[in-house]
């Protein structure tokens, strides 16, 4: 396959929108996906230890 | 040394496999997806009825059939939960739903985009996109319903028995192409037939799905990491783990 110039594959036969729009869409879920994983992952390690047993038995135990 | 499989049902132990594959998982998955989109774009040659339009199936395709496969998964993980009570298996459903979810999307919106220029319209209510609409339904409201519930083994039981209710539509979005006249099309690959399309479109198409299948372990993996921290934070070894990285 052979697109002859830059601007011939860009214009993907007149189907731009629709391809690169399907694409972009795409890609900007799976970024999203991992940007939101991270940060649920980070807010977890900022976060003091929480504890659900005695009320501050473990916040007393020191630095987080 | 005899391999015991059974040990990785424990939240450490798994916990540690898991950090140490996801990342194999998610570069094989950038490698593939280079390749299949390499192929896709580069190497497969124009549709002689579509033009380039057809080119949104290397990334339409992979993403409704991982759609659908994860559901499986999921509702799999849901069984396992319900029968043999296991932590672990709620975890994994957990952690597959949303990856789901996005693929489900990401299925019906490139299926729009390309809907338009082929049949001249984004969307229609026939069987297979309706069904298809109805597994991000139940995606979204497995991921509602046990957020909503705050015990979590019964959020986790109660998503786990809608999910199972729901793997019915699994069957439906898959045959409907069979069973409802559509306008959808019916499989160009199947498993008893020789594939109904150019050699070069099916091996883009393959990789790209073997990329979404990668792609789907590594995060869900990386989720089920951390869905395991936020519940079991009182557990001795999550405190071992948070003692050893300060």
């Known amino acids: 396959m052979s697109w002859g110039s830059p601007e011939a594959f860009f214009a993907m036969g007149g189907y731009a929108l629709y391809v690169w729009g399907a694409y972009a869409v795409a890609a900007a879920c799976i970024l999203t996906e991992l940007w939101l994983l991270r940060r649920r992952r980070r807010t977890l390690e900022r976060a003091p230890s929480r504890s659900n047993g005695a009320p501050g038995s473990d916040r007393a135990s020191g630095q987080t | ?246």
Request: hydrophobic share 60%.
């Open chain 2, 1 to 246: 040394m005899r391999l015991n499989v059974w040990k990785y049902a424990s939240p450490p132990a798994f916990y540690r496999l898991a950090g140490n594959l996801a990342p194999w998982f998610l570069g094989l998955a950038a490698a593939l997806a280079a390749t299949g989109l390499y192929i896709g774009f580069f190497v497969a040659p124009t549709d002689f009825q579509q033009g380039e339009s057809y080119r949104i199936i290397f990334i339409h395709v992979p993403a409704a059939w991982m759609s659908m496969f994860i559901y499986a998964v999921m509702a799999f993980w849901c069984a396992m939960g319900v029968v043999l009570n296991t932590r672990l298996s709620f975890m994994m459903a957990l952690a597959l739903a949303p990856t789901g979810a996005m693929f489900t999307f990401i299925a019906l919106w490139s299926g729009a985009l390309w809907g338009k220029p082929t049949w001249g319209t984004w969307w229609v209510w026939d069987a297979r996109l309706t069904s298809e609409l109805i597994l991000l339904f139940l995606y979204i409201g497995f991921l509602s319903l046990h957020a909503a519930i705050d015990d979590t083994r019964r959020a986790d039981r109660a998503a786990a028995l809608l999910a199972l209710v729901g793997v019915i539509n699994v069957p439906i979005i898959y045959f409907s192409v069979k069973w409802w006249s559509t306008l959808h099309q019916g499989a160009s690959v199947s498993l008893t037939r020789a594939p109904t399309m150019a050699a070069t479109m099916l091996v883009g198409m393959l990789i790209m799905s073997l990329a979404a299948w990668m792609y789907a372990i590594g995060v869900s993996l990386l989720r089920a990491r951390t869905i395991m921290l936020e519940r079991e934070s009182d557990a001795e070894w999550v405190r071992e783990l948070s003692a050893e990285r300060r």
